[in-house]
Structure formats: C-alpha cells, structure tokens
C-alpha cells in the first residue's frame, strides 16, 4: 500500500473554519427564520471593475480568432503585465524592481506556501501569534516543524506575539531565525508598519543572513502617505526579502485568480557546501516546472488595473470597503466595544468583553444579532481574547449587521 506523508496529519483538521461552519449551521437549522449576515470570510463581494471586464471579453474575442488566439503563455506572466507591475506599483514609489524579478501567479496564498519548495528543512522559522494560518500549515505540510501542543502552536516555530500592548507589530526575535514571516496590512489584526519598524527587520535579517517573507495583499488598503506600501521601499531589501502581493482584495480578482511574488536576484540563500545561490533561479526552476502561468484572459484583466479607468475604479472599490470598515469601527466603538484596525486595512480586530472568549463571543453575536465573524483564537494562542470583522460585504450588510449589534448586543 503507497505511503502518506505523515505531516498532514499533525494538522489540527482545519479546527477553526469547519467549528464555525457547523456552529452556524447548527444555529440556522434551529432559527430558520433568523437572516444570518457572514462577516467572518475575507472574500469580497462587488463587481469586479468595469475596465477589467471589458478587457477580459476582449481577450475572450481574442481566444476565437487564429490571428489573436494564445496558447501556453511564459510561465512567468507576459511582459506587458509584469512591466507595468514593476512601473506603476515598484518603481513609482522609489523600489528598485525590475519587470524580470515579478513572477504572475494564481494567488499569492498559493506562493505563501509553494515557496517552501526552494527552502530546506533546517531553517529556523518566525511567525507571529495571531497569524494567517497558511503560514503555519504549509510549514506543518512540508515538514518543517513537530508536533503541535495544547495551545495549538507546534514545536520548531518560533512565535512572536503581536497584542495591543505591542501595537500588534511583533518584536524582534532573542534568538536567530531564518525565515521571517510579516504581514502588512496585518491579516487579522488590520495593524499596519511604518518605514521605521519595517527597517529593524531588515536590519535584523541583514545581520543574521535571514529572509522575510512580506505579504502585502492588503497594501492597496494604505491611505496614509506616511506608510510603506512595500518592503522594498526600505534600503537593504532586495537583499533580504521576496514580497507576495494580490489582485483579489485589490480589485476583486477572488474569483478571477490573479497575484504576483517578486525575488530580487540580489536575493540569496546557502546550499549544502556554503555556497550563495540565487533564489531567483531556484523560484524561476520551480515555477516553470509546476506551474504553467496564469490564463491570457486572467492577465489583461490584471493589466486593466493600470490603465486611467481601472485606477479610478480600483480607488472606488477599495474606498468602498473602507468605508464598510469606518461604519463598523463607529458603531463598534458606540455599542462599548474596544477596536482595532479599520483603517488602512479591510480588517477590524475586536477585543472581546471581559469574561467572555473568543468563541463565547462569537456564539454570542450569532445567537442574539445573528452575525458571524472569525473567533481570533482560529489564528493562534495570542488571538484570544479577539474578534476579526471583515469589511468585505455589501453597505446593506454592514450596515443591518451593526445595527443589529448596537440594539441588541450589550457589554
């Protein structure tokens, strides 16, 4: 009989999503009159922009006559969606990043965790507490941790908690890590980074010959000039860090299936007999061999996002939902709960009511306003304590959900 690999199954089953679809569902079978409104997702919910639609039935016109027809595209995306990727998101803000170095990918979840394919399994690796969970299960799936304990973290990762006290930006290891997970905007927390913070990492990875992996698919939510948008707006980058960025939240491509990594070819790691070796051929390697490049049709949808009419309608979008997160935080704040995030960021991270838990306070706002979001305990033993809201619904969602909480919820 063919053999498993083992490390799937010190998964914790999928505990956090699965416990609240059911708790739900529970709930809905028993109220089946109850119109339950779900803030927990981070899926968006408008129309994709006009301009990429109208691209995207373009390129479909395209695909029907031989002149225009397109077949296996570069497994690195085409050079005309990379160019203005490096142009008007790198470039224009000051970031030596060059169209070469940008890889066109289906989602930058899937890079997350496809990028531990061109890493060994003796690195020393950092994530913070709470975190997005792909970090931590694809480091479970490839092997590159233990068992997991009682407080769900699991042996061989190095946690770094992220709270109020800390602002909920994590604090530089005591000890040598290799690998370095940040997220900014922060999923779940909605913290964000200045320059300042961003370059103590970039100082520590320098000093210790560590790379961060910096997800940024929420940087399209920065409104404030001050803050970084990317990484390698701090000098010193392109020799440590490789960045994940996302059309999904950006312009709505959850469905579409749009994103891009870039690795500086400046970037290097170790081999076995000490030698440097550039990550960039190793990804390129690994990318031409697994994966065969986004659709033609995906990526001039993409490239519709530059154009003037895409920037405009991209602005809308993303000050739609912002304005979703603005509503929650005021009438958050007006039923006498403590918040954060909502600003810069689609995420408010809530802190629960003393005495009540993570999922006490979920049960609690699906039995009496009939509203769903995310318990933070879901997201590590840090998050406890915490609630996250997304601001990815309709304006009559959000707007019925925080009425609900504001009459019937009480601290």
Request: charge should be negative; include cysteine.
């Amino acid at each position: 009989m063919a053999t498993i690999n083992n490390n799937y199954l010190k998964l914790k089953a999928g505990y956090l999503f699965p416990e609240i679809a059911r708790r739900v569902n529970t709930f809905a079978e028993a109220h089946p009159e109850a119109k339950i409104i779900k803030l927990g997702i981070g899926d968006v919910t408008e129309p994709l922009p006009a301009a990429c639609r109208q691209a995207i039935i373009k390129a479909v016109e395209e695909m029907g006559d031989r002149s225009t027809f397109k077949g296996y595209g570069p497994e690195q995306g085409y050079a005309w969606l990379r160019e203005k990727i490096a142009t008007q998101d790198f470039q224009a803000r000051g970031c030596d990043i060059d169209a070469s170095e940008i890889f066109i990918s289906d989602g930058s979840k899937c890079d997350s965790g496809n990028i531990l394919d061109i890493f060994g399994h003796d690195n020393t690796i950092a994530v913070t507490d709470p975190v997005y969970p792909v970090y931590v299960d694809t480091n479970v799936m490839a092997g590159n941790t233990g068992d997991v304990n009682e407080k769900g973290e699991y042996e061989g990762l190095v946690y770094l908690p992220i709270t109020a006290e800390n602002n909920f930006t994590a604090e530089l290891p005591t000890q040598k890590v290799d690998l370095i997970y940040l997220c900014f905007p922060n999923n779940p927390t909605g913290a964000t980074a200045t320059k300042e913070y961003l370059k103590t990492w970039v100082d520590y990875a320098k000093a210790n010959d560590a790379i961060i992996l910096f997800d940024a698919a929420y940087e399209a939510f920065i409104t404030d000039a001050s803050l970084p948008h990317s990484i390698y707006e701090i000098e010193g980058a392109r020799e440590c860090a490789m960045e994940f960025r996302s059309f999904s939240k950006k312009a709505g491509f959850t469905g579409t299936r749009c994103a891009l990594t870039v690795i500086p070819k400046t970037l290097k790691g170790k081999a076995a007999d000490g030698s440097d070796v550039e990550l960039w051929k190793l990804w390129n390697r690994r990318h031409c061999t697994k994966f065969n490049g986004v659709s033609y049709i995906v990526q001039r949808g993409a490239e519709a996002v530059y154009s003037d009419e895409g920037k405009a309608q991209v602005k809308a979008l993303i000050e739609f939902y912002l304005e979703n997160a603005k509503i929650i935080c005021s009438q958050l704040q007006a039923a006498g709960l403590t918040i954060y995030g909502g600003v810069n960021a689609p995420y408010v991270w809530v802190q629960t009511p003393t005495g009540l838990s993570s999922w006490d306070f979920f049960d609690k706002l699906l039995q009496n306003c009939n509203v769903v979001g995310t318990p933070g305990s879901g997201f590590g033993a840090a998050g406890e304590g915490y609630f996250r809201i997304s601001a990815f619904n309709s304006r009559e969602n959000v707007n019925e959900a925080m009425k609900r909480i504001t009459e019937k919820f009480t601290v």
